[in-house]
């Protein structure tokens, strides 16, 4: 069975900070592996995904995440946080032939100006 | 290029009484799938479908039926809503297996 466990319910972080946003999977085949965003009263949009070409994955709006199998990690970081990015963010594990994708619980990011 | 619309986007129901809510895409995919999303739940599987004409039970189908009779379409229905199904919904859909998924803008329902 999959699962996907999203590290704090809410983090806040300065404008120009660093972000992280945790993301532990459990799966016992390889992983794909998504981080999506949902804005205020949206549906959610893909940030970035891991389909095991590369382990480090580069997204959209400067996102990217790296795949650490050792420690079934798929962090999500941003060099330096933006008022736009205050957003809530799911992380998310599809595996072949499930046909389906398991959500984390999600992390709301505030920007602090 | 719409994408996925979902219709209503909002809907009250009384407890006891029906609805279907409609899941469109314009993007020929095979995949379609159901999920509610509750404060602190992230969002759940209720049901998805991997072609015309087929269904299958996520995580939480209980209370709910779905149909495909269409590729482009993907119903969800309450034949009793209860308050516990106050939720939003969302639909979704991906071209394949592990593919992004795009979704709609969701349905909120409020059941009283």
């Known amino acids: 069975a999959q699962s996907v466990t999203q590290l704090g319910s809410h983090v806040s972080v300065s404008e120009g900070a660093l972000v992280l946003l945790r993301c532990n999977y459990s799966?016992?085949?390889?992983?794909?592996l998504f981080w999506y965003v949902q804005y205020p009263n949206q549906g959610l949009q893909l940030l970035l995904k891991?389909?095991?070409?590369?382990?480090l994955v580069k997204g959209i709006n400067g996102f990217e995440a790296e795949f650490k199998k050792s420690e079934t990690s798929f962090h999500l970081t941003k060099p330096s946080a933006h008022m736009s990015d205050a957003a809530e963010y799911f992380c998310?594990?599809?595996?072949?032939?499930?046909?389906?994708?398991?959500f984390g619980t999600g992390t709301r990011l505030k920007v602090l100006a | 290029n719409a994408g996925v619309t979902q219709t209503p986007k909002f809907r009250v129901l009384k407890t006891g009484q029906s609805m279907t809510l409609l899941c469109a895409q314009d993007m020929n995919h095979e995949y379609m799938y159901w999920y509610r999303q509750d404060p602190g739940m992230g969002l759940r599987l209720i049901h998805y479908s991997v072609g015309e004409g087929t269904t299958a039970k996520g995580e939480v189908p209980d209370g709910y039926n779905v149909s495909r009779l269409k590729k482009q379409n993907f119903l969800l229905g309450l034949e009793s809503a209860a308050p516990s199904q106050t939720s939003v919904y969302f639909c979704?859909?991906?071209?394949?297996?592990?593919?992004?998924?795009?979704f709609g803008q969701g349905t909120r329902l409020t059941v009283v």
């Open positions: 799966s016992s085949v390889p992983p794909y």
């Open positions: 891991y389909t095991s070409a590369a382990t």
């Open positions: 998310a594990v599809s595996t072949s032939g499930t046909y389906k994708y398991i």
């Open positions: 979704a859909s991906s071209l394949r297996d592990r593919a992004e998924a795009f």
